[in-house]
């Protein structure tokens, strides 16, 4: 934990704080905040302890041009409101004295920093352009320490540099996951593409006593078994390694590897329950059908540890979105020490009602998902950790 001591180092210096603020937006309103509440603590302390804050965050992907929908100004107002602090919007250059005038009265939040080309390029003179301004940097975003960006990457070559008390945190608990889980432990792992889970897998599948799929993971699984699956969403570049998973899984040594035994498919606008082995060429799976997740759980009470990420069918659509519902549940109430991350998990765990039910539950999705894979984040590496 970090103590008040580690905070009033920062005392009358200007700090620039890397949080993230990439909040779903619609018509300039924020439609989860989550995000925002969770930064203000760390924005609190600094402030209270006498530090310059100035923010920097970013939203959307502009593409390196001013985008007016995808100004911070919403997320400043909210932050403004949730923290009751004063928090100011910086619009105009990127100058150490005219921010100067703004921080003796606010928080300083520049604008949305992929406003900027030298961001996403981590170009020297823009990563020089936010190092000025500052004495010191934090970076507190771990769902971006994944990319070498100036304002994640690039700033912490020239200022002294700490994580944050939210990367701490993150890390912590990930390192738990990677050195010393409590066994028994499964992964549940959804989601629209294999690709991009194969490394988390291959990382973990010695270290795990079983895998639960779902999603268009679990189609592209049942599309390498030889089962229909209609039009239904899957990764037809892994079919390959899919059947080559599913075979080592059967081995005796090997960890367990559940699908869901039944799902939810459409066709012609009518949603029905079947068993996976006998969808039609003209339906598609959008769902696990409720019941075949619990009864995906009947063996696994005494599991002591999961880690959940991706969800297991179209939640956002209705008619699609009993299967994740169910799956939220079944996790939130179960015993083990369930680990959660990323926006689409935490998406569809606010959807079933079941926030706050889980051990670790992580704001950030493809940090993660890198991060236990054992692949290297610039973020990190750059403040030694």
Known sequence: MIDQKWYKRFKAKNVLLRLDLNVPISDSKILDDSRVISSIETVKKLYEVGAKVIVVSHLGKPNGKNNPSLSLKPVVESFSENSNLPCFLHLGKIDRKLIKK?????????????FDPGEKD????FVKKLAGIADFFINDAFSVSHRAHASVFGVAKHLPSFAGPSILHETRNLNT???NPKKPFWVVMGGAKLKTKMPLIDS???KVQGFLLGGGIANTFYKALGYEIGSSLHDPDNLDWARSF?????????????L?????VKNKNVFKEKDFKKVLPEENILDADPSSI??????????NTFFWNGAFGAFEMKGASKGTETLATILGNHSARVYIGGGETLASVKMAKMEGSFYFESLAGGATLYYLSGKKLPGLEVLNL
Not at 102 to 114: A, D, P, T
Not at 122 to 125: G, I
Not at 294 to 303: A, E, G, I, R, T
């Open 122 to 125: 981590c170009e020297e003179s």
């Open 102 to 114: 703004q921080l003796k009265h606010s928080v300083v939040f520049l604008e949305n920093v992929r």
């Open 246 to 258: 599913f075979e080592w899984c059967q081995l005796e040594d090997s960890p367990k590897l559940i």
């Open 204 to 206: 973990l599948k010695g």
């Open 294 to 303: 619990s009864d995906s759980f009947k063996n696994l009470d005494s599991v």
């Open 177 to 179: 996951l990677i050195e």
């Open 260 to 264: 869901p035994q039944k799902v939810v």
